[in-house]
């Protein structure tokens, strides 16, 4: 067990490109978190999968912000039309959980720090 | 709405020191969790603790202790006999389910420990 990957690590773009970041779950977690986090502060929630289906939003998810999970495994976060405000490191996070089990403990990855200029 | 406050951006000791983090929370909810999570310079989110509202005993793990005082909506985090790999950026968090897209984290401390 790796625990979760992300990648890559680091994203340097320009204003206005696409970019796209990808996280790899622990094996049978069956749900996925994405987080953003920017400078000095806490990892603020954006969008969550239980396998495959994307159940909730963030109103921190503009309509450039998209987010997959095919086949309920890895996910990828992407981000069109990039501005400067998009500057931050984008977290994700996995777990198991079953139904309303109230035991949920999240494992996080390293991160994809993205630098818009 | 809930709330969790960090009050200290930076605190700097010395190694074999101890030292407190403080984490004052809001919450409107009867049943809450609360979490301390550790994040090292390379980035991932370690998790430390998670206390629910019902119990208020104050726990111990090795040089890490936690003191949870729902009277003062505190949850501080002390480590005692720091060393340097305590270096590192802790943030206090508040869900009211568990689940993670509840969860609010505190602006977080970044601790640094000098040999």
């Known amino acids: 067990d790796t625990g979760v990957s992300q990648d890559p690590r680091h994203k340097i773009t320009k204003r206005g490109q696409n970019v796209t970041f990808r996280c790899d779950p622990i094996?049978?977690?069956?749900?996925l978190y994405w987080y953003r986090q920017t400078l000095g502060q806490g990892p603020e929630f954006l969008t969550y999968f239980q396998n495959e289906a994307q159940l909730e939003k963030s109103r921190l998810l503009s309509d450039r912000f998209s987010a997959e999970r095919p086949k309920g495994s890895f996910s990828t976060l992407e981000i069109q039309r990039t501005e400067q405000g998009d500057s931050a490191m984008y977290l994700c996070?996995?777990?198991?959980?079953?139904?309303?089990?109230?035991?949920?403990?999240?494992?996080f990855g390293s991160g994809t720090q993205l630098s818009v200029l | 709405a809930q709330k969790v406050t960090q009050a200290q951006t930076e605190i700097s000791v010395v190694e074999k020191e101890d030292v407190t983090l403080d984490c004052v929370y809001e919450?409107?909810?009867?049943?809450?969790?609360l979490f301390w999570y550790k994040q090292p310079p390379s980035g991932e989110l370690v998790f430390l603790i998670r206390?629910?509202?019902?119990?208020?005993q104050n726990e111990i793990s090795g040089r890490y202790s936690w003191n949870f005082q729902k009277s003062t909506s505190s949850f501080n985090f002390t480590i005692t006999a720091s060393q340097v790999v305590d270096s590192a950026v802790y943030f206090c968090a508040l869900s009211a389910d568990n689940y993670g897209q509840n969860f609010v984290f505190g602006p977080g401390t970044r601790l640094s420990v000098l040999p």
């Open positions: 919450t409107r909810d009867t049943t809450y969790y």
């Open positions: 094996s049978e977690h069956n749900r």
């Open positions: 206390r629910n509202s019902f119990d208020e």
């Open positions: 996070a996995s777990s198991f959980s079953f139904r309303r089990d109230r035991n949920e403990k999240l494992f």
